[in-house]
């Protein structure tokens, strides 16, 4: 298998103190079977947009752009809202579990990155290893905790949960293109450097467009800190 099945859940919410009419909203993006909303008790009035897991190339088809403006049309948030997430999860069986495992030291090794490519610094509902105080690593690993940057609660996926939610289809297709890239990095690569990443994702510029923009972005923010 050399791409992994991707599917995602993104937080909308609506603005403090607006009532905003968020079914008719959830029924213009679920209209299709390709995903479905749910909802979830950290949002006031909002939803969770759940996709289907599918391949990278499969997303890039089938138009999440439209239903990203849909919602922002119906005024609702994703990125100004503190509590909404885009959490991307990945089929297990991609990799191994001792590359899963490095792929997750990987991650908090590069904190910094991370951080300024998923939009939010560390939050509770999105831990790096360094942020775990009454929880290990192993027992985070042994689904015993998921507010993790990723959570191995699952038993199918591995969920990636340190972006913030975003209704950008650029952003979005970035976020997407990233967890692509990382792990069929960490699949395909023997050293695993940031530098390292950097040329495996600089390798691919049809399949990374979107990505390539923001690493771009990111590189000089960590330059500059």
């Known amino acids: 298998m050399s791409d992994p099945y991707l599917g995602f859940e993104l937080e909308v919410d609506s603005p403090r103190g607006e009532c905003l009419d968020v079914n008719h909203a959830a029924s213009l993006v679920s209209e ?8 979830d008790g950290s949002l006031i009035r909002g939803f969770e947009l759940v996709s289907h897991p599918m391949t990278l190339a499969w997303h890039k088809c089938v138009g999440w752009a439209r239903k990203l403006r849909h919602l922002d049309a119906a005024g609702l948030l994703s ?3 503190d509590t909404c997430g885009m959490h991307v999860h990945v089929s297990r069986d991609f990799l191994t579990q001792r590359r899963w495992y490095r792929l997750d030291d990987w991650v908090s ?6 951080v300024a490519m998923a939009g939010r610094h560390s939050t509770e509902f999105a831990k790096f290893h360094d942020d775990l105080v009454d929880t290990t690593v192993q027992q985070l690993r042994e689904g015993g905790y998921r507010y993790a940057a990723m959570n191995f609660q699952n038993e199918n ?4 949960r340190v972006f913030r939610g975003t209704l950008n289809p650029v952003r979005f297709l970035s976020n997407l293109e990233l967890i692509d890239a990382l792990c069929r990095f960490v699949k395909f690569e023997r ?15 049809r399949r990374y467009a979107e990505l390539q923009t923001y690493i771009k972005a990111a590189r ?3 330059c500059q800190s």
Request: net charge negative.
């Open 109 to 114: 090794e590069q904190k910094k990155f991370i």
């Open 191 to 205: 050293t695993l450097s940031l530098e390292d990443f950097y040329t495996f994702v600089g390798k691919q510029p």
């Open 220 to 222: 000089e923010r960590l």
């Open 157 to 160: 996926t591995i969920e990636f």
């Open 32 to 39: 299709d079977e390709i995903c479905f909303c749910k909802h």
């Open 79 to 81: 990125w100004d809202r």
